[in-house]
C-alpha cells in the first residue's frame, strides 16, 4: 500500500519544484523588465499568470485524490496538507510578479526619477529565499528552513530603506510623487514576497516536526 502513496507523493514533489524554479525566474524577469523598462518582457509576465493559477490547481487535485484513493496515515496528511498551503504561497509570490509587472507597463514609459539600487537588491534577496524554501522542500531541512525564516528581517531593512529613499524624493521632487508611489508599491510587493516565502519554509517545518514555527511576525 506504501508504494503507489510514496510514488504520488514523488510527483507531487516534483510539480513544487517545477512551479518553484519557474517562481525564480518569474521574479528575475520582473525585475530585469523594471530595471530596463523592458514593456515586451512586463507585458508577457503579466499575461502569463494563469499558468501560475493552473499549476497550484493541479497539484491541489492531485492531493485531493491522493486523499481519498490512498488513505494516508496522519505523518503522510500533514505533508499533503503542507502541501496546498505551500502552493498557495507559491501562487501569491507569481500574483505579486505579475502586479510590479502591472506597474512597470506604466513605469516603462517614464525616465526613472533615480537610478535603481536597492530594489534589485531586495529583488534577488527575494528569489534567494524562493530558491531556499524549495531546497528545503526538498531536503525537508528544518534548520535550513529556519534560516529563511531568520532572512525576512534583510527583506524587511530593504524595504525600510526604499521608503525611506522615496520618501526623500518626494520632498525634493513633489512632481514625481506618483512616480514614487509606484516605487513603493513594487517594494511592498517585493516585502509580501519575501513573507510567502517565509510562510513556505514555516510550512516545511510543519511538515517535519508537526508543530506550527512563527518565524514571520510581519
Request: one cysteine or more.
Amino acid at each position: 500500500m506504501r508504494a503507489p502513496l510514496e510514488n504520488e507523493l514523488r510527483s507531487i514533489q516534483v510539480d513544487i519544484i517545477r512551479m518553484g524554479t519557474l517562481i525564480e525566474k518569474t521574479i528575475e524577469d520582473t525585475i530585469n523588465a523594471l530595471v530596463n523598462r523592458d514593456l515586451n518582457l512586463a507585458q508577457t509576465i503579466a499575461a502569463n499568470d494563469d499558468q501560475f493559477d493552473q499549476m497550484e490547481l493541479e497539484i491541489e487535485n492531485k492531493c485531493i485524490y491522493l486523499i481519498a484513493r490512498q488513505q494516508p496515515v496522519a505523518s503522510d496528511l500533514r505533508k499533503i496538507f503542507s502541501v496546498v498551503k505551500i502552493v498557495t504561497d507559491l501562487e501569491r509570490i507569481a500574483d505579486h510578479c505579475q502586479d510590479i509587472s502591472k506597474l512597470t507597463i506604466d513605469l516603462a514609459k517614464k525616465e526613472y526619477v533615480k537610478p535603481l539600487v536597492d530594489i534589485p537588491k531586495m529583488a534577488k534577496q527575494v528569489k534567494d529565499m524562493v530558491r531556499m524554501t524549495i531546497d528545503c522542500y526538498i531536503d525537508q531541512d528544518v534548520e535550513k528552513s529556519k534560516a529563511v525564516c531568520a532572512s525576512d528581517d534583510i527583506a524587511d531593512d530593504f524595504f525600510k530603506v526604499i521608503v525611506d529613499d522615496l520618501e526623500l524624493v518626494m520632498k525634493q521632487k513633489p512632481d514625481e510623487v506618483k512616480q514614487c508611489m509606484d516605487f513603493m508599491m513594487i517594494a511592498k510587493y517585493l516585502e509580501r514576497m519575501a513573507d510567502h516565502a517565509t510562510n513556505v519554509a514555516e510550512w516545511v517545518i510543519y511538515s517535519v516536526e508537526g508543530t506550527h514555527f512563527e518565524g514571520n511576525n510581519s
